[in-house]
């Protein structure tokens, strides 16, 4: 598949000779410039299916002025396998009939680095941002996709949209044909390529990071090698590596397991500690509101010019919080003492 940047060929409709052709890089998934943020995340614009690009507001616009064509030596697709969940990836290269476009394109040289060049049909576009600065023009590509073929339709039931050198020229040729001119052209282009595949490794195609020779070697010599160097040396030092790893994944359990007691013994004394506030808290607060209610009854008692022992009940509606023995020792040690000073 082609990368996030991708190499294309444009008809370049600025200039007064509508023959020049210009290659450059472009950004795949295009953005149309209605777009707020000159990002893909509201479009899916990776593909364009073309039997319906005629009648899509997104790109029925770019036809008549914004063909391209995307040139590659290959690419993947994944196959599904009813048996395990794992998909196997395929990479197809392109074989010409043709012997003129075989000696152009190097055909006669069967690597996988000197293959046929494809060519892909693809519309384009520019964004630029609200400034309308120069430096922030953002050009992005879109490739054509069709019912697949009879030599990849085990695979998926799409494929891009292929064709050869001359219905590439034409594609570009925005000027003399139009898009149904080229349609036609592309249709009758079939028979003159077939399309090769092999399996290649997954866990190579598979990670985007990987750019070796290895991403497009058949998976038969790629499985050869792998097993020629599992013996030997090789298996020992594997074997000793397996070995050491798995030790250092028990000590890292381990202390990860002693880790999490601690932390949970710290929890433990922590939610401990609150509930002490909290109870110290509730007793101060008691502590405040009988004092309030003592001072409030002695005010009243002087405003009516009377004056009751604290002892005595006193009627009222309102529920009156329990007295601490040690408080209710204090007022009838007090009781005692007024007792006697009126006896005498």
Same mark, same amino acid.
């Given at each position: 598949t082609p990368s996030a940047s991708t190499s294309t060929s444009t008809s370049d409709t600025s200039t007064s000779d509508s023959s020049t052709l210009t290659?450059?890089?472009?950004?795949?998934?295009?953005? #149309? #410039?209605?777009?707020?943020?000159?990002?893909?995340?509201?479009?899916?614009?990776?593909n364009a299916r073309q039997d319906n690009v005629k009648n899509s507001k997104m790109y029925a616009r770019l036809l008549k002025s914004k063909r391209c064509v995307v040139l590659l030596n290959g690419y993947y697709e994944w196959m599904k396998n009813k048996n395990t969940?794992?998909?196997? #990836?395929?990479?197809?290269?392109?074989?010409?009939?043709?012997?003129? $476009?075989?000696?152009?394109?190097?055909?006669?040289?069967?690597?996988?680095?000197?293959?046929?060049?494809m060519y892909i049909a693809a519309l384009w576009d520019v964004w630029t941002s609200k400034h309308h600065d120069s430096k922030d023009r953002l050009f992005t590509v879109t490739i054509l996709t069709t019912d697949a073929r009879s030599d990849t339709k085990f695979v998926h039931d799409r494929m891009p949209l292929l064709m050869d050198r001359e219905c590439a020229q034409q594609w570009l040729n $925005?000027?003399?044909?139009?898009?149904d001119a080229c349609f036609e052209a592309i249709a009758q282009s079939q028979s003159r390529f077939t399309l090769q595949s092999y399996a290649v490794r997954r866990e190579m195609?598979?990670?985007?990071?990987?750019?070796?020779?290895?991403?497009?070697?058949?998976?038969?010599?790629?499985?050869?090698?792998?097993?020629?160097?599992?013996?030997?040396?090789?298996?020992?030092?594997?074997?000793?590596?397996?070995?050491?790893?798995?030790?250092?994944?028990?000590?890292?359990?381990?202390?990860?397991? @002693?880790?999490?007691?601690n932390k949970e013994d710290d929890d433990q004394e922590v939610e401990a500690e609150k509930r002490t506030l909290e109870h110290d808290r509730m007793d101060v607060d008691l502590q405040r509101a009988i004092d309030a209610s003592k001072c409030s009854f002695r005010l009243e008692q002087e405003k009516r010019g009377t004056k009751r022992p604290l002892?005595?009940?006193? @009627?009222?509606? @309102?529920?009156q919080p329990p007295m601490p023995a040690n408080k209710k020792q204090k007022i009838e040690d007090g009781s005692a003492q007024n007792q006697n000073q009126n006896q005498d």
């Open positions: 290659l450059m890089s472009m950004k795949w998934g295009l953005v #149309p #410039p209605w777009s707020k943020t000159g990002t893909t995340e509201s479009f899916r614009t990776i969940k794992h998909k196997q #990836p395929y990479f197809f290269q392109v074989r010409y009939n043709n012997s003129q $476009t075989n000696n152009d394109n190097h055909d006669n040289d069967t690597s996988s680095s000197s293959s046929s060049l $925005t000027t003399e044909y139009d898009i195609v598979g990670n985007t990071r990987n750019k070796s020779k290895q991403c497009i070697e058949p998976l038969s010599s790629s499985s050869s090698k792998d097993q020629d160097r599992k013996t030997g040396l090789y298996r020992f030092f594997a074997v000793q590596k397996n070995e050491k790893n798995g030790s250092e994944c028990e000590d890292n359990k381990s202390d990860e397991q @002693e880790n999490k007691l002892d005595e009940t006193v @009627e009222t509606n @309102e529920l």
